[in-house]
């Protein structure tokens, strides 16, 4: 089965956290807004193998255990598997808390922030515990779904401060949610996160459909040029016509009859190719100043034949 693009991301992340500061860091990030998080229960629930192999390392490596986490897997219809990953004993669980200097308030306050410089790896962790991003090619679209309004608020301000991203927040489902949707600030975001490889991915897809609207914009315009053109072409064939079957083309001047007998002759040609027929040629507006005297004669005949 095709991963998802979501899923792409979170690999690309994990595989550039190269130091165990950068570990360590992103570990916070994912405990902060895992399922679960007090010393009578730390859980993630995670549908993602690496996100979950990553958990299991790191909390293993920190607490220097080969059984301090349990991963119990359950298989759901059309969907994969989704692990409820554990931190297993009271012991590990307030050792890892006291680590990371948390409790379950969850709060990320300036004093208890790592380093500037690791705070990508905060939020690295953060995506990868509850973070998602759709598919560039349908919308753009990333988000963090918060496990409290104050976390909320807490990463809000981290993102604004140093990242100088302005996200949004919803409240769906009893689940608060940070998210960003314009596509310069989610490539952003990416990048910062270790996932420049997926951020170059959402530029590509950008300028793509970018270059479609505007293909699109100008078949449109052109589309619309050529019906208007039509139009125009219509009113002078009739307006030629009406002369032609009531006064004769003798009562125009040699330059009008002329005129339009060439458009009589040539209905689909543009005003400019017109121009150009003549010997010598004229401009454009030459040919339409004509055509405009011409279709006026015109209105003065349906004008005499109303009365």
Request: charged residues 30%; proline residues 3%.
């Amino acid at each position: 089965m095709k991963e998802s693009f979501s899923a792409n991301v979170k690999k690309e992340i994990i595989e550039k956290i190269n130091s165990r500061s950068k570990a360590d860091v992103c570990l916070m990030g994912l405990l902060t807004c895992c399922n679960q998080l007090s010393d009578k229960e730390i859980s993630l629930l995670t549908e993602n193998e690496d996100v979950r192999d990553f958990f299991v390392k790191n909390v293993n490596r920190l607490l220097e255990r080969d059984d301090a986490v349990l991963v119990t897997e359950q298989s759901r219809k059309n969907s994969g598997a989704l692990y409820n990953v554990e931190v297993a004993g009271s012991d590990n669980r307030i050792e890892l808390l006291s680590m990371f200097a948390m409790d379950q308030s969850r709060r990320l306050m300036p004093d208890d922030l790592p380093k500037e410089k690791y705070l990508p790896q905060l939020a690295a962790g953060a995506f990868l515990a509850c973070g998602s991003v759709n598919d560039p090619e349908k919308k753009y679209h990333l988000e963090f779904v918060m496990p409290s309004l104050d976390l909320c608020n807490d990463f809000g301000l981290i993102l604004i401060e140093h990242f100088d991203i302005v996200p949004k927040h919803i409240e769906r489902k009893n689940s608060q949610i940070v998210y960003i949707k314009e596509s310069e600030n989610i490539i952003d975001m990416l990048a910062i996160m270790g996932a420049q490889m997926c951020a170059l991915e959402i530029m590509n897809v950008k300028m793509m459909k970018d270059m479609r609207n505007k293909i699109n914009r100008a078949v449109n315009c052109d589309n619309a040029n050529i019906e208007k053109t039509l139009k125009a072409a219509g009113k002078q064939l009739d307006d030629i016509e009406l002369i032609d079957r009531t006064v004769g083309f003798e009562e125009l001047s040699p330059a009008l009859r002329e005129m339009a007998e060439l458009r009589y002759n040539n209905p689909d040609v543009s005003l400019k190719e017109l121009g150009s027929m003549l010997t010598p040629p004229i401009s454009r507006s030459g040919v339409n100043h004509r055509l405009q005297k011409i279709s006026a004669y015109a209105d003065e005949i349906r004008e005499k034949l109303k009365a």
